[in-house]
């Protein structure tokens, strides 16, 4: 039996149906209007009857209820006599046919709320904009039809389709949609908790809390998936059959996609499949695997890193395997490890920490065996190779911080091709520094202790600060009153200011000998400045003994000075005094060693233990004032002109402090007889000095004037260039007391489109005819139009065009989401893939905005140097431009022409390509000394773009430095 009610509401179990459309009753007399209400009275109440005998069959309970919107579902238990129940008289006040009229009947009394006999967990909500078919006794069952933009809600689960079958007797929800010419509309929608699928066939069961659905679609992340038939279960785990997962935005035709035919989503956050291909289009490629493990969401979590693989030096490899480790919120851990062909491994650990507003770091350790060539090869080695880097940065409170950067790498392992960054391989030098530092505000006082260290590559040569102590006070004026009345100004020896600087350090100096043979008499060899920094023996075997392993110094520094302005005149004085004393713990001593091998003299050094104290000191007066010049011209819209000119005049006392009255030489007697003078200690000052010092600072401006059409002058100033100068005269000095003329200018030009700057220093001294030196005679001859001799020059100028930025609104692609409370970790030696990892970059490390059509940046460099009568002479011009093709081809390069030479410096081409979920790049350096060729091609997704990515060569590093070992 059907009953079609496209009006009534009906569900077991508690559920309420509201259909969304009405007719209004039209205005008619009173027989016309009585007659089809007592038909539609009748009608409605044997309808109700027979409705309530079927609920009373079924053993369920209805509720009924009226809103202005929403309609809520209350349980309640069936009524003891369906067939006496009394309808209400506003069912005769609402008129309904077959084309769909509102229906609303409402109960009186309020029912309470009782267990779904049922047993289902929550009530069910569901609404029709079309119609109900109820169909009872059939042979499939008793079940309902719903038509026309259902929505169903149970619980965190909601339904949405065109048409929804509904099976009473096993309480289970079956969707689908409609098909017409163009596709398929009201395709059904699943969503549960924070699921959602799009299908062509849904069921869901309101029991079990399980579903299927085949041909689905859901996203996750940035990836999306599509699947023959998914089942999800009431933990939200889903089994998908004849998986397709990409991160194209077009799934029914991705560019590229990871197919399966099992596929698994647990936890909303892994997919774990069975035998996985590559699919380009619809094209399967030979890259398979037996299983594989897809990051469903772009978040923390532990698990595996991809490796990379290709070939260097030491063969082929496969490198960067390792495991994630996503310990809490603070902290992480990355193990990786390699192998290569020859017979070399390595492995290193990433240990990254960070809390906000407190501390982050990392320590990076990594060892290596290195093993080149076969055992019977002359030139076979296995050297174990080590790098620990370490970096720091801790705030213990708002005055106090502490940071550290250790880069402790031996040679070998930076110039071997376990490192892959470019930095590592072209570094000459290593070094780390640890520094703590306080502030007290109140009181304008400081202190910094650093520890750091320096070591030479090439020569082995190390040196090192074990510590560096610096304690400082800011400028206090102490003979200011510390109560001064209004309007009372400062008496002049309240202006004397002073401040305080106190320096320790003891340095560490390793400089190991370069000579073969006399490296091997002293047996020094191999010993590294670590070991040699523990033990007094190794020290002097490496070096030879001649040297003191550490120098310890502590320096004060008090400059006093005062300051004085005459208003009337616009003159400020300023005199000063500054005072230093350095304390050292040994002094020198030079004498003349006999040699009996060669029969030769040589000067020998040795140290003294014992305190001693440098006292020095310099005094300088200093004057300067401003002077304005006006200018009342107008060139076009430059109306007035003004150049400003800050002379400042100097004069500075200091002594020979290597003279025999302060005490800080000695002497001793030469080959010849001869008393040669030395210091004691270093950084004795040596000559006399009385210098008069000279600078002018000009600056010239203008006043630029602009009308708009109402008539309204605006004015801006306008600078037109900068000119300073300076130079001394030393009264002391027996010859050459004029030092030489320097001169900087600097301007903008095309409204700040061009930027100029000059520098350049002149002699005021001849050479001699042979011009080989300087000799005591001025080049200033008015009647040669001679004032100085120029020494050095340098000149720059440099300017940019762009377009403006296109209306595409394209963000460029950012690499892989840093984990919360991380920074981005990219110091050499921390990502080995650093260099691909990041978004569309070019090997010049400049990224590449599609938004903008096209840029151009010019420099011009003119320099020339000419101590003497030699003259060399640099002309270069380099230019950096980019384009784009297309709305997806970019070009950039970077080149220059050194008109000196007469030949194109190193000149950079990339290319790049955007695609719709692929990024392409090519990179060729034509000529030069870094002469290579590079493609790369990946996938746009931060999570699969270290998998599916091409690259090649797979390593340029060994191509372009060979073998280094």
Not at 736 to 763: G, H, Y
Request: proline share 5%.
């Amino acid at each position: 039996m059907n009953i079609r009610t496209p009006h009534d509401k009906f569900w077991p179990g508690a559920v309420l149906i509201r259909t969304e459309t009405a007719l209004q009753p039209q205005a008619s007399t009173l027989p016309s209007l009585l007659i089809p209400r007592l038909h539609i009275y009748w009608k409605r109440l044997f309808l109700t009857t027979l409705l309530s005998l079927l609920l009373a069959s079924l053993g369920s309970s209805v509720s009924w209820a009226q809103e202005s919107d929403t309609l809520e579902v209350r349980p309640t238990p069936p009524p003891p006599d369906s067939l006496s129940q009394t309808l209400p008289d506003s069912l005769l006040q609402v008129p309904t046919d077959s084309t769909g009229a509102r229906l609303q009947v409402n109960n009186p009394a309020t029912p309470s709320q009782t267990t779904n006999p049922d047993g289902l967990k929550n009530p069910v909500l569901f609404t029709a904009r079309d119609s109900l078919i109820i169909s009872v006794g059939s042979s499939t069952g008793d079940k309902g039809n719903l038509f026309g933009d259902v929505q169903i809600n149970y619980g965190e689960t909601k339904m949405q389709a065109h048409n929804v079958e509904i099976l009473f007797e096993i309480d289970e929800l079956r969707a689908k949609g409609l098909p017409v010419d163009t596709g398929m509309v009201g395709r059904p929608r699943f969503n549960q908790g924070s699921e959602e699928f799009v299908g062509d066939q849904m069921a869901f069961n309101l029991q079990t809390e399980r579903g299927r659905v085949t041909v689905a679609e859901t996203q996750y992340d940035e990836g999306q998936i599509r699947g023959g038939i998914v089942k999800v279960t009431e933990d939200s785990t889903l089994y998908i059959k004849d998986g397709v997962y990409t991160t194209c935005e077009c799934i029914d035709d991705p560019s590229y996609s990871l197919r399966s035919n099992k596929m698994k989503v647990v936890d909303q956050e892994k997919i774990f499949t069975g035998p996985i291909q590559l699919f380009l289009f619809n094209i399967p490629t030979p890259l398979w695997l037996p299983f594989g493990f897809l990051p469903a969401q772009n978040t923390r979590r532990s698990g595996l890193l991809a490796p990379t693989y290709g070939e260097d030096e030491s063969g082929f490899y496969l490198r960067d395997l390792g495991w994630y480790f996503a310990i809490n919120d603070y902290h992480d851990l990355q193990l990786r490890g390699g192998i290569w062909t020859s017979g070399s491994w390595k492995g290193s650990s990433l240990w990254r920490y960070n809390k906000r507003y407190g501390y982050n770091g990392q320590v990076y350790f990594d060892y290596s065996r290195l093993r080149r060539g076969e055992q019977t090869d002359p030139d076979f080695a296995v050297r174990r190779l080590s790098s620990f880097r370490w970096q720091h940065n801790h705030t213990l409170n708002p005055s106090t911080s502490l940071t550290s950067n250790v880069n402790l790498s031996t040679q070998s392992y930076l110039q071997s091709s376990f490192s892959t960054q470019y930095n590592d391989r072209v570094s000459q030098s290593i070094s780390s520094s640890i520094s703590f530092r306080k502030r007290w505000a109140n009181t304008g006082r400081s202190l910094s202790l650093n520890v750091n260290q320096n070591q030479v590559l090439s020569t082995n040569t190390t040196s090192m600060t074990l510590p560096n102590m610096t304690f400082s006070q800011n400028s206090r004026k102490p003979f200011a009153r510390e109560t001064r009345p209004p309007g009372s100004n400062e008496r002049w020896y309240e202006r004397v200011t002073y401040n305080y600087n106190f320096t320790m350090n003891n340095r560490y100096n390793f400089s190991p000998i370069q000579d073969d043979s006399t490296l091997a008499a002293n047996n020094g060899d191999g010993i590294s400045w670590f070991d040699a920094l523990f033990s007094r023996d190794k020290f002097d075997r490496a070096t030879g003994g001649d040297d003191e392993p550490f120098d310890f110094r502590a320096s004060h520094r008090i400059p006093i000075n005062a300051s004085f302005s005459a208003q009337k005149i616009s003159l400020n004085v300023t005199p000063s005094i500054n005072y230093t004393e350095d304390w050292y713990i040994q002094t020198n001593r030079r004498f003349l060693s006999f040699n009996p091998e060669d029969s030769t003299n040589s000067v020998a050094t040795e140290s003294q233990p014992g305190f001693f104290a440098l006292r020095q000191f310099s005094s300088s007066l200093s004057a300067n004032t401003t002077i304005y010049g006006i200018f009342p011209l107008k060139v076009g819209p430059l109306d007035g002109f003004r150049h400003t000119l800050r002379p400042t005049l100097s004069f500075t006392y200091r002594p020979d402090f290597e003279g025999s009255f302060w005490g800080y030489s000695r002497s001793y007697i030469d080959e010849d007889g001869e008393e040669v003078d030395y210091s004691i200690v270093t950084g004795v000052q040596r000559g006399l000095q009385q210098a008069l010092s000279l600078s002018l600072n000009n600056i010239f401006e203008a006043k630029q004037v602009q009308v708009d059409s109402t008539g309204a002058e605006t004015s801006n100033t306008l600078k037109l260039l900068n000119l300073d100068g300076s130079t001394s005269y030393n009264f002391a000095a027996d010859s050459l007391n004029l030092a030489n003329i320097s001169l900087t200018a600097r301007t903008s030009l095309f409204k700040n489109k061009m930027n100029i700057n000059m520098r350049s220093s002149f002699s005021p001294y001849e050479l001699n005819q042979e011009r080989t030196r300087i000799v005591d005679d001025y080049v200033f001859d008015l009647t040669k139009f001679r004032f100085a001799r120029l020494t050095q020059l340098s000149m720059s100028a440099s300017t940019s065009f762009r377009s403006t930025s296109g209306t595409q609104g394209r963000p460029l692609e950012t690499s892989r989401a840093t984990p919360p409370g991380f920074s981005d970790f990219g110091s050499p030696g921390f990502n080995p893939d650093a260099a691909i990892a990041g978004s569309l970059v070019n090997p010049t490390g400049d990224q590449v905005d599609f938004n903008i059509p096209w840029s151009l940046s010019l420099d011009f460099t003119y320099s020339i140097q000419k101590p003497l009568d030699s003259v060399n002479r640099t002309i270069t011009l380099n230019g950096r431009f980019d384009f784009s093709l297309t709305p997806n081809w970019k070009v950039q390069g970077r080149t220059g022409y050194d008109f000196e030479r007469k030949e194109v410096v190193t000149t950079n081409l990339s290319f790049f390509r955007d695609f719709e979920c692929w990024q392409m790049s090519l990179n060729w350096v034509p000529f030069g000394r870094y002469q290579s060729f590079g493609f790369n091609l990946q996938v746009k997704s931060g999570q699969l773009r270290d998998l599916l990515r091409i690259q090649q060569p797979k390593s340029d590093v060994g191509g372009r430095f060979g073998n280094t070992f």
